[in-house]
């Protein structure tokens, strides 16, 4: 019998070693989809393709199973204004079959989602990971899908443009916004601080900052992540306004530049932030989401991040009131300078590996309500149903459609029919200068930052310069090196 | 006669495979049913161990592409990660990790579960409270500890009646991996407790009783008896212990992801980072190769060390 198990021991060795080596060609299908743009149809599509017809003439006609980004369990009001457009969607289109899936972009998540072809037809990402999802072969080439689109030439420019690479389009712009500085208005006034103007400038956030720090009772004058990628990206606000850059890229060269006196300049402010006006939190290792929790629970004056998750937190779950929420653009590095902040937006991008059908039926499905009088219904029944919750609704500062559209028009006279709409002070929006980020590597460099922004808060007297340039080394020899750019 | 049977060979060797082969039907059909029965147990091993397993060092060579396909890089992986200082900063920081682990809390369970089995009264009561952490979830563990450890929290607090200042548990790089080592230890002590408490708990009790009436005490009987009759016990926690901290990624990544300043980078969160935020799978399978080698040989010694035991 020994001998017997010995052999069953060597089959199921062998047979796994056969299984292992034989799926390493995986998908090799989509390899020649993607090459051929990406829109080509496939056979697999994460299980939808198997109920999707052989097709007839009209799209409308044949059978098509759509994968859908659907919100969150406790986004309750966004998952009825989701049933509401799927409802309608269905009505228009009878043969589509929708499939919910709640699952959320992540970028530790999206390699396992495409390699198990597991991914929904389309899916939210935002404006950081274009180049990677492109470069990757994760996103379907849209632009013909797009150029056949009636308000193509109607969409914000600025956010869309994130999302066209070399000239073709692999996304659709939802929304975006330029990070900017939230301010705890009454920590300030419990300190007699003195509100800033808008146009404000380093000094001013530093000098509010230290005001606003009462280290004894855990409150910070402002919260600088610390943790993950975000503390990188935090800190790039700085080195924009200090007139720097991350990189550069001659003839297909990208060359990392973020060591440079700008660089230094904005590190120094860091630092300052830290040693001099002891106005970070104590604990800084604070990730995106430590760092808006704080703000709402009134433990930070000040918190960097997109204006929308800082004042929907802070109003709708941390209950402070309107009046106490102050939106800030990025201060200028001096008097006269520019307010750059980093550009940023959340986009809906089709999976290369659905059926050409559904490609198009996504796509179909993503532009449903843009520029539509449901859409507009759809946002003024979500500001009831959160008045009726006692919530406020917050706007995305930056919206699909331009700011001086007829549509944009249309949505402003429904946000002021309510008081429960939060209104962004009207003189921001001159202020705010958003700057797209950099094309290549963006989490590779934030991550390198990351480590930098860390090494500063933690230790005194580190020298700058010394630091970027071993950072931007780093950067450099791993990353941007092996970046074929065009 | 027959032909067949002239040649005396033949007289004996005819019967004894006759036999054979009838024992090995008979062992066949003895056994049939049960083989029978571990055939989905095989192939779910298969299907979820061995196959990943395998599939892991195959992809160890290869630069991993899901979408556009694999490509052969022979022992590129390797390279690639021998020349990431991150390698050996990650190793050093798990070895670190590992010698926390053991200093600070490998005896703690022992310690306990000694404890408890010497009270009289409460020893339910004291169990039960000492396995309690144990069933806090991760993210309420994570959630309360980063409270305790607050720059206005209660160790803080406890701290400053002293009048000693506050102390950055979290982010002083100096601190880090300890205060994870002490709420790691705080929840799992428990669960490990119970095993040594069942160790202690099986010492023949007239053991103690005779050491009683020739005098020993509490420290005595503890040092002669309990100590030495749990040690193949302890050897074996032991290695599970330096098994289970040598892949410990979790509690790093939640509460620092990695930092300060990477002094909470494991290598299993390096491994992590490596595949999964960096998106390279071929250094991550790399690099898991290089832990199935290191901990296969520590299973190696847990296999002896439990064969000498039962």
Same mark, same amino acid.
Request: proline content about 5%.
């Given at each position: 019998m020994r001998k017997f198990s010995a052999l069953l021991m060597c089959l199921m060795l062998f047979g796994s070693l056969l299984a292992a080596c034989g799926g390493g060609g995986g998908n090799k299908n989509t390899e020649s989809q993607t090459n051929n743009g990406g829109a080509a149809p496939s056979n697999s599509n994460g299980g939808n393709a198997a109920q999707t017809e052989e097709p007839a003439d009209d799209i409308t006609q044949r059978k098509v199973t759509l994968k859908i980004h659907y919100p969150l369990p406790d986004e309750t009001t966004l998952r009825a204004q989701e049933d509401d457009k799927i409802a309608r969607f269905q009505a228009k289109y009878p043969n589509v079959t929708i499939v919910k899936d709640d699952w959320q972009y992540s970028v530790n998540e999206i390699g396992v989602k495409m390699a198990s072809n597991e991914a929904p037809t389309f899916y939210n990402t935002w404006a950081t990971e274009a180049q990677l999802l492109v470069e990757r072969g994760w996103v379907a080439d849209i632009t013909e899908l797009w150029n056949g689109w009636e308000y193509k030439d109607d969409i914000n420019p600025v956010l869309q443009n994130q999302f066209i690479v070399d000239g073709k389009v692999y996304g659709i712009t939802q929304n975006g916004y330029v990070t900017s500085t939230v301010v705890n208005k009454k920590l300030l006034e419990a300190k007699n601080l003195e509100i800033?103007?808008?146009?404000? %400038?380093?000094?001013?956030?530093y000098n509010v900052a230290k005001g606003a720090a009462d280290p004894k009772k855990g409150i910070s004058g402002i919260a600088p992540m610390g943790k993950g990628n975000e503390a990188g990206w935090n800190w790039t606000n700085f080195l924009f306004e200090a007139g720097g850059d991350i990189e550069t890229n001659t003839d297909?060269?990208? %060359?990392?530049?973020?060591?440079?006196?700008?660089?230094?300049?904005?590190?120094?402010?860091?630092?300052?932030?830290?040693?001099?006006?002891?106005?970070?939190?104590?604990?800084?290792?604070?990730?995106?989401?430590?760092?808006?929790?704080?703000?709402?629970?009134?433990? %930070?004056?000040?918190?960097?991040?997109?204006?929308?998750?800082?004042?929907?937190?802070?109003?709708?779950?941390?209950?402070?009131?309107?009046?106490?929420?102050i939106v800030y653009p990025m201060p200028a590095a001096e008097k006269g300078g520019k307010h750059y902040g980093i550009l940023g937006g959340n986009y809906l991008v089709i999976n290369p590996n659905a059926t050409k059908d559904e490609q198009e039926m996504a796509f179909r499905y993503i532009t449903f309500d843009y520029f539509t009088d449901d859409a507009l219904k759809s946002v003024e029944d979500t500001i009831q149903a959160r008045k009726a919750e006692g919530k406020y609704y917050i706007p995305t500062p930056l919206e699909y459609f331009s700011e001086d559209s007829e549509y944009a028009t249309k949505i402003q006279?429904?946000?002021?029919?309510?008081?429960?709409?939060?209104?962004?002070?009207?003189?921001?929006?001159?202020?705010?200068?958003?700057?797209?980020?950099?094309?290549?590597?963006?989490?590779?460099?934030?991550?390198?930052?990351?480590?930098?922004?860390?090494?500063?808060?933690?230790?005194?007297?580190?020298?700058s310069k010394k630091q970027l340039d071993v950072a931007a080394q780093y950067v450099q020899e791993n990353f941007f090196d092996k970046i074929q750019a065009q | 006669?027959?032909?067949?049977?002239?040649?005396?060979?033949?007289?004996?060797?005819?019967?004894?495979?006759?036999?054979?082969?009838?024992?090995?039907?008979?062992?066949?059909?003895?056994?049939?049913?049960?083989?029978?029965?571990?055939?989905?147990?095989?192939?779910?091993?298969?299907?979820?161990?061995?196959?990943?397993?395998?599939?892991?060092?195959?992809y160890s060579f290869y630069n991993i592409d899901f979408v556009k396909g694999n490509t052969f890089v022979g022992f590129d992986n390797y390279v690639k990660i021998f020349n990431n200082p991150d390698l050996w900063l990650s190793v050093k920081n798990t070895l670190y990790f590992m010698f926390l682990t053991l200093v600070m809390g490998f005896w703690v369970p022992i310690a306990a579960a000694i404890a408890i089995s010497e009270l009289k009264f409460f020893q339910g009561f004291a169990r039960i409270a000492a396995y309690l952490p144990f069933v806090v979830p991760g993210v309420v563990l994570y959630g309360m500890w980063r409270w305790m450890y607050d720059p206005v929290g209660p160790i803080n607090a406890l701290l400053g009646w002293f009048g000693a200042d506050p102390v950055s548990f979290i982010s002083d790089g100096r601190f880090s991996m300890i205060s994870i080592v002490f709420m790691e230890t705080w929840q799992q002590f428990g669960s490990a407790m119970l095993i040594y408490l069942a160790g202690v708990l099986s010492i023949p009790r007239d053991w103690y009783e005779a050491a009683e009436i020739d005098g020993a005490g509490v420290w005595s009987r503890i040092k002669y008896i309990t100590l030495p009759s749990m040690r193949s016990l302890i050897m074996l926690m032991l290695i599970l212990q330096i098994i289970g901290t040598s892949q410990a990624y979790q509690s790093q990544l939640a509460l620092l992801d990695g930092g300060p300043n990477k002094a909470t980078l494991t290598y299993a969160l390096f491994t992590v980072k490596n595949a999964f935020t960096q998106l390279d799978y071929g250094a991550g399978t790399a690099l898991g190769v290089l832990m199935f080698v290191v901990l296969g040989i520590l299973g190696i010694i847990q296999f002896k060390l439990n064969r000498e035991e039962y």
């Open positions: 800033p103007a808008l146009d404000w %400038t380093w000094d001013d956030m297909g060269k990208v %060359t990392a530049v973020f060591n440079s006196e700008a660089g230094v300049k904005a590190l120094d402010f860091y630092k300052k932030l830290r040693w001099e006006a002891n106005a970070i939190p104590q604990d800084w290792a604070l990730g995106w989401g430590d760092a808006i929790s704080s703000f709402q629970q009134g433990r %930070t004056a000040m918190v960097i991040a997109g204006a929308f998750d800082v004042v929907q937190a802070a109003l709708n779950e941390g209950g402070m009131k309107p009046e106490d929420v006279s429904i946000y002021d029919k309510y008081d429960n709409v939060f209104k962004y002070d009207p003189n921001l929006f001159g202020l705010l200068e958003g700057k797209p980020e950099a094309q290549f590597g963006t989490q590779d460099f934030y991550a390198t930052m990351s480590n930098v922004v860390q090494e500063s808060f933690s230790k005194k007297g580190t020298d | 006669m027959e032909q067949s049977v002239i040649s005396p060979g033949n007289r004996v060797k005819g019967p004894e495979k006759e036999t054979q082969k009838l024992k090995r039907t008979s062992n066949w059909k003895k056994y049939m049913w049960g083989y029978l029965f571990l055939v989905p147990a095989i192939v779910i091993f298969i299907i979820f161990l061995w196959v990943p397993i395998i599939k892991g060092m195959v």
